[in-house]
């Protein structure tokens, strides 16, 4: 069910990402408008799409899907968290994807750094009689 509604995502998200920059634009000239929703909401709702879909797609491989469920859970939290903070005060909104993106790239920096350690320790000694 989750893979079908991400299929359903990839097309009404860019769609919606238009429509929702159109609208932003609406006391401009509605052809302008138009093109600032083709422009800029399309490729910005497809490209969260695609860092969501790749995502999931490396907690299915490295879990085996069981950290699918607790991914789901953090994407409606922080969604639910960005609407309210949407309403209750817009001008803190970069602030919070700011320090949201900088943790995640610390937490995805943080992973790499061990597996390749785990990769590392691994590997057998390589014998110095053979490499020369």
Excluded: C, K
């Excluded at 509605?30 to 995502?55: D, E, K, Y």
């Excluded at 919070?96 to 943790?103: D, H, K, N, S």
């Amino acid at each position: 069910m989750d893979h079908l509604l991400s299929i359903f995502g990839t097309v009404a998200r860019p769609a919606a990402g238009a429509l929702a920059a159109a609208a932003a634009f609406s006391q401009a000239d509605p052809a302008v408008a138009a093109l600032a929703g083709l422009v800029v909401g399309a490729p910005t709702a497809l490209a969260v799409h695609s860092a969501q879909a790749t995502t999931r797609v490396a907690s299915t491989a490295s879990t085996g899907g069981l950290g699918n469920p607790i991914i789901s859970t953090i994407e409606d939290l922080m969604a639910f968290l960005m609407a309210f903070l949407a309403l209750a005060a817009p001008l803190l909104i970069p602030l919070v994807l700011l320090v949201a993106g900088v943790g995640a790239w610390r937490a995805v920096r943080s992973l790499a750094r061990s597996g390749r350690a785990r990769a590392a320790a691994l590997q057998p000694p390589l014998d110095r009689r053979a490499r020369d």
